[in-house]
């Protein structure tokens, strides 16, 4: 399940700037990139357990 979480992340940071900066409030960019940027960290993060093919295929 957590291999799946970094496109999960990279997806939900898409969606919060599609929808967060489509509102006009009076700090939403800001509020709106912070969390994108938070997502993106948390995608870097979960790439560790993305699958490696070349160890797969050494042993």
Not at 11 to 26: D, E, K, P, Q, T
Request: charged share 15%; glycine share 6%; proline share 2%.
């Amino acid at each position: 399940m957590k291999r799946y979480l970094t496109a999960f992340f990279i997806a939900l940071s898409g969606v919060i700037l599609f929808i967060g900066l489509r509102i006009n409030f009076v700090w939403n960019g800001i509020v709106s990139w912070g969390l994108a940027l938070i997502c993106l960290i948390f995608a870097a993060y979960f790439t560790k357990y993305i699958p490696n093919e070349k160890d797969n295929k050494k042993s």
